[in-house]
């Protein structure tokens, strides 16, 4: 298995207890994957809960451990080795680890960040935890789901900006963010200038036979359980309006350009249209949470931010296909297989990638029905592992690191510590005593 955030690990847990011999692979030192590096940070009690969870998983004697190794082109280790390796079937669930742009002008320029970046970085991913960002006072968030909430968050208590502004590309009816979300931002929220932008797109909200009732309530509705205020930061949203491009100063962002869109509805859906009519927003800070797409270098073709599916999937699972496919050999990959956010890039939470890597599983399982049973040769795989030139993660090393982590944050009377570093945790495992 490649990848060990919520649906390998689960998908490993399912395999494992059918009787599969399991080699979870994962690039990061540590498990957990965006349950880790993704939620955001003080929601202790719903990650230690994962992260309980997750020891639970990996406890099982019938799955081996291997963190820091990358598997593709320009990995430690490719999925020609995994099968020179004698694994009978691969199953992918690497996440969804590229970066979606929109491919507008100026997105090189200081100050323009994708919200995976800035999300890892806040969460003390190796190397993001380390990496500088530029965060300014005038921030624009380009999107209106969980994940722009997450990062107004960050900004609003860690960073203290001015103003956010939330970039949406269509009316309020159509922000994708829960309200338990949201109550950690709403009082953040100039009312006055929230009424003042209903007021200013209701006419092209009555052209499709919209109101802005719907929307006003998707977000006012957090209100009743707001959070206490952090910080006097002044957030704000501006619906109807794409962004078009970024501009800038001797190659630092000054200025969002964005373009009024009108609703039409095309094939029973309501899309945005750009209306031609453009602005600028002064900013110092645009990031985008516009979703993630997967990354090709694991080495599975890739269509429209997904790897590929085979379309008539040999194993269905609940009626969907977890099976990787070559439009090079118009075929299914026979031995590759998908799960969680590699299966279908952003959609859901832990729960979802939970069962989406357990139903991977299930696949897997059914394809491996029809494979004469081999012993695996565990010690080439360790073998092969151990050459790779660099520490290799096994369970019991991660086992040290989280005694190391769990010390530290008791001494500190912090909830949890962390090292942002692969160098520290590194570091603090050849220091620590080893653990029985
Ligand atoms: C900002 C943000 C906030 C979120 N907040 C919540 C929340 O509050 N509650 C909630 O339930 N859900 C939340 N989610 C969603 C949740 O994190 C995801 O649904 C879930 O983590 C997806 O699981 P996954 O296993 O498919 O992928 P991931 O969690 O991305 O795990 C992928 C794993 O694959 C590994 N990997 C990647 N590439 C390679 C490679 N080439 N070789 C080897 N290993 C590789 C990575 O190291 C990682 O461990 C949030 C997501 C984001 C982005």
Redesign the pocket.
Known sequence: M???????LFGARELALHGARVVL????IK?????EY???PD?HT?KEGLRKQFHQVLDNEDITYYGN????AQ?DLTLADLRALGFQAILV???A?GTKWLGLPGEELRGVYHA?DV?YHYNKLPPFGERKFYFGKRCAIIGAG??MV?ISRFLIREMKVDEIVSIVRRGPAEVNFTREEMKHIIANLDINAFEAELRRVLPALQAVGEGSDVGREKVLGALPKADPKFADTRFRFEFLTSPVAMLGENGILTKLEVEDNILVSKDGQLKSQGTGRKRTLDVDTVIFAIGDKV?PS?GLPVKSNEFIKNTAPRYPIEGLSYEAFDPATNAPIPDVFVG???RQASE??????RKD?TNAAKAVLEYLQGLPSVQPDLQAVADRMHGLQKPIITKSVLKKLEAVEEAEAVRLGIPEFKFATNEEMLQAIELAEPIH
């Open positions: 490649i990848g060990a955030g919520p649906a390998g692979i994962n690039r990061d498990p957990g994957g965006l349950a993704g939620i955001y929601k719903m190794v990358r598997v593709g990995g669930t690497a996440g680890q995976k999300v969980n994940v997450d990354e694991v969680g956010w590699s859901g939470l832990v729960g979802l990638a890597g």
